[in-house]
């Protein structure tokens, strides 16, 4: 398994495989779909799942809502608002090429205080996945263990996509990539939008049903409703092709404000309830939160289904020994909900404008999302839309994994699939500046994609990647400069209309580019958005054109000037980001992941073979003093010894071996199985004995009844007595030592090692077969062909001749090609 897709949810991440059955989504160890984006840490870290379980007693170092922190600086006000929604502790981080400081999270790792960047984090989530798919790869084949990590390691994913919001800028893009990076995931074929995603799942089946046509497009509004974001797209579809028309999201909008409504309405109603008793707000106590945001989840869901009209919220013990109870009515949830259910307009009526299409244009509205299951939201949609179906064609949960799984199998190398177009839009206008001229300088000599002096130029700046442009794609701006200058990347002001932060900073990156000293002469600066949407300078040259008097122009005129050649010589240039990491930094954050890796691996072992030598003792103590167990099997003496010696290694475990290390585990184990195994053993044996018995003396029977039956039959007569002489011997032998054997173990005790063990039946059982077999099987010889007598020549008769004949005879003549006598038969 090697080809995957992630959705990175706030709250969960879903992974889904593509293979030869088409896309699968992958269940976790507890056999769930959906996995927890978080990580822990405390003895050693903890992902998903396993950090869910400890998320309330240990949200001091449990890391959650990475999805909306990274990539961002410390001071950022989008940061600086996630901040206050979070119980673990950001602190900014210094970057080695200066700028902003980014974010880390203070953490405690096996006792140790350590600050880990949000980056690294969302690396360790990814690796997560990985490996959940790698087990099940594992746990799928026959023949790899799937217990052994290093063989499960093996089966790593090569080739990855993983979705992200369409909000996501440039920093935030690149900080996704080198998470991964940090992680050891070098994989990465594309970050990819997750509107986008939802329409390749959809798009790519409808296509196999031949539901599109090609040159006729079908237009489909997507709307995702998540956990943090709401988004709506529009999307064309033809034969073997998507188009993202148009994209409008509400950044701050999500499942989760509408859980903070009735969270704060629970804390209300307690404070009412118990004012002046209480020893403080509820909502700032983080433990006390947790419970809310969890009592809120609930009701929620059960609100959303038509037709419930309340949800009743207990919690016992919510804050200081105060319990809650009360009943939150349909009516007064909407009520509550109107100012965010009011938001959810405007990203449709600005995408249906930007498409030029209306409601009844649309061939379909799909969702997807966990909050498009909210009862209110689906009917908001719908009466804005005219009373339009809200179509769940793709499961809510799983609709982005599935598509960015199919987009990592359309780009891996590993798969072939059928060609299918994806014409992506770019979310935020780009502009692309370069430093004032010097006074009296002008213009002349720019160019930006093909457009050439004696347009109207502008100043120093030109949107070179405008909102809708599909990437990757490279484009060009021409300047005329020498020595040192920089090209500076920016988004443009119009990107706070299309959803962008405006408080955030706008620059991009800065391109510091090194021409000739001297005159100045064209330099073409090629600048890149790549697959993920990440700015580059895909390359700078300067162009100097040169006369080619090598080559005559024959079709010139008298006075025409020569043909010219373009020289191009490729600059030296530096890039500067405002959150840029350096080599060593993402160097040092991997060596960082590989130690606490193999950290986690000891603390994993160490912990099996815990629950291992725990097993071990439960179970032999309960079999050793049963009649029916272990009990038959062992002397009073090994059942004393044994017992005292499992109560005192028990007590033990729970006291001063709680924290052992896997060493002195396994120690233990083996001085336990020292004493059990041969009890174990004597058991297996009179278990097994019988069958085996009586497989060798069925063994037996057959062979002495072929014997008896060779001595008549004429198909054995190739069968000598010397042979059958050897079969009667060992047949004999080892009926023989059979039952010496049995009478042997007929005088002996259950409690006492056997005197014949089963492996030693078993191999007399394969002695008399390896003697008895080859001669039973011998094949017979094959009759001798008969040799028939050769065939005697009939000689000619000589006629009798007509008068008297020569006494001498004529010497014999030679045949010669053509000759009459090659053709005549003798008869």
Not at 231 to 244: D, H, N, P, R, Y
Not at 261 to 268: E, F, K, Q, R
Not at 275 to 295: D, I, Q, R, T, Y
Request: aromatic letters at 8%.
């Amino acid at each position: 398994m090697s080809v995957v897709g992630i959705d990175f949810g706030l709250q969960h991440s879903v992974i889904a495989a593509a293979g030869r059955g088409g896309v699968d989504v992958i269940l976790n160890g507890n056999s769930n779909r959906l996995n927890p984006t978080m990580v822990g840490f405390d003895q050693s870290r903890t992902m998903g799942e396993g950090a869910a379980t400890s998320a309330t007693s240990n949200y001091k170092n449990t890391v959650v809502n990475i999805k909306r922190l990274i990539g961002l600086a410390f001071d950022d006000p989008r940061a600086q608002a996630e901040m206050k929604r979070v119980y673990f502790s950001c602190v900014p981080v210094k970057r080695a090429m200066g700028g902003p400081d980014s974010i880390g999270v203070k953490v405690c790792l096996n006792g140790e205080d350590m600050v880990v960047t949000i980056e690294a984090i969302a690396g360790m989530m990814v690796k997560h996945l990985g490996m959940i798919a790698a087990e099940k790869a594992a746990a799928s084949s026959t023949h790899i263990d799937a217990k052994d990590f290093k063989t499960v390691e093996q089966l790593f994913p090569q080739d990855w996509v993983v979705a992200i919001p369409s909000y996501f800028t440039d920093s935030q893009r690149r900080a996704f990539v080198v998470g991964c990076e940090m992680a050891g995931i070098k994989g990465v074929q594309r970050l990819m939008h997750e509107h986008t995603a939802v329409a390749l799942s959809y798009g790519i089946f409808k296509d196999l049903n031949k539901e599109f046509k090609k040159d006729e497009p079908t237009n489909v509004m997507f709307i995702d409703f998540g956990a943090s974001c709401y988004t709506v797209s529009i999307v064309a579809f033809e034969t073997g092709k998507l188009l993202v028309k148009s994209t409008y999201f509400d950044e701050t909008l999500g499942g989760r404000d509408f859980d903070y409504l009735i969270a704060s309405w629970i804390a209300n109603k307690f404070e009412e309830k118990h004012k002046g008793k209480l020893s403080g707000s509820p909502m700032e106590n983080p433990k006390v939160a947790l419970k809310l945001f969890a009592a809120a989840e609930k009701a929620k869901k059960t609100l959303s289904p038509q037709g419930v009209s309340e949800a009743r919220i207990n919690l016992e013990c919510l804050m200081d020994d105060f319990d809650y109870s009360g009943t939150l009515t349909a009516e007064e949830y909407e009520v509550m909900c109107k100012p965010l259910l009011d938001r959810l307009i405007k990203p449709i009526e600005l995408a249906l404008a930007e498409a030029k299409l209306q409601p009844s244009t649309l061939s379909s509205v799909e969702i997807v999302g966990g909050s498009t299951r909210i009862g209110s939201v689906k009917r908001t949609i719908s009466n804005f839309l005219g009373g339009m179906t809200l179509f769940t064609t793709m499961n809510a949960d799983e609709a982005v994994a599935r598509g960015a799984a199919l987009q990592s199998a359309i780009l891996s190398p590993r798969f072939k699939v059928l060609p299918y177009e994806i014409l992506e839009a770019q979310p935020y206008p780009i502009k692309v500046s370069w430093d004032e001229e010097t006074q009296g300088s002008s213009q002349q000599g720019v160019e930006i994609e093909g457009v050439a002096d004696g347009a109207e130029m502008p100043a120093n700046s030109v949107i070179m990647f405008d909102r809708g442009l599909s990437f990757p794609i490279v484009r060009r701006v021409t300047l005329r400069r020498s020595g040192e200058f920089q090209v500076n990347v920016s988004y443009d002001e119009k990107s706070a209309f299309y959803g962008q932060n405006a408080a955030s900073s706008s620059e991009i990156c800065t391109f510091k580019i090194k021409a000739s000293e001297g005159a100045e002469k064209k330099v073409r600066v090629n600048v890149k958005e790549d697959i993920h949407g990440i700015i580059h300078l895909s390359s700078a040259q300067m162009v100097e054109e040169i006369d080619d008097e090598g080559v005559p122009d024959t079709e010139a005129k008298e006075g025409d000037d020569k043909k010219k050649k373009l020289k191009k010589t490729n600059l030296e240039f530096t890039t500067v980001r405002p959150l840029d990491w350096t080599k060593p930094e993402i160097e040092k954050a991997f060596e960082a992941e590989v130690s606490m890796a193999n950290a986690d691996r000891v603390v994993r072992e160490t912990s099996d073979m815990r629950n291992e030598l725990e097993s071990y003792i439960y179970d032999m103590r309960d079999k050793i003093s049963s009649d029916i167990h272990l009990g038959p099997y062992s002397t009073d003496a090994e059942k004393s010894s044994f017992s005292v010696t499992l109560e005192a290694t028990e007590n033990w475990l729970y006291e001063d071996g709680f924290d052992a290390v896997k060493s002195v585990y396994f120690d233990k184990l083996s001085a336990l199985k020292k004493i059990g195994t041969p009890i174990e053993r004597r058991s297996v044996e009179a278990a097994s004995r019988p069958n085996a018995v009586s497989t060798l003396q069925r063994k037996v029977e057959m062979y002495k009844a072929w014997l008896n039956e060779s001595q008549t039959d004429s198909k054995y007569s190739h069968i000598t007595d010397d042979e059958r002489q050897k079969c009667h011997s060992k047949c004999d032998e080892v009926s023989s030592w059979m039952y010496e054997m049995l009478d042997k173990q007929g005088s002996l005790s259950n409690s006492v090692d056997p005197a014949v063990t089963c492996a030693e039946i078993s191999s007399k059982s394969q002695e008399l077969t390896d003697v008895c077999s080859p001669i039973k099987n011998k094949p017979a010889p094959k009759p001798m062909k008969e040799e028939k007598p050769p065939e005697v020549e009939k000689k000619q008769e000589a006629k009798p001749s007509e008068g008297p004949q020569p006494m001498e005879t004529e010497p014999a003549q030679e045949n010669t090609p053509g000759d009459v006598s090659d053709h005549m038969q003798v008869d």
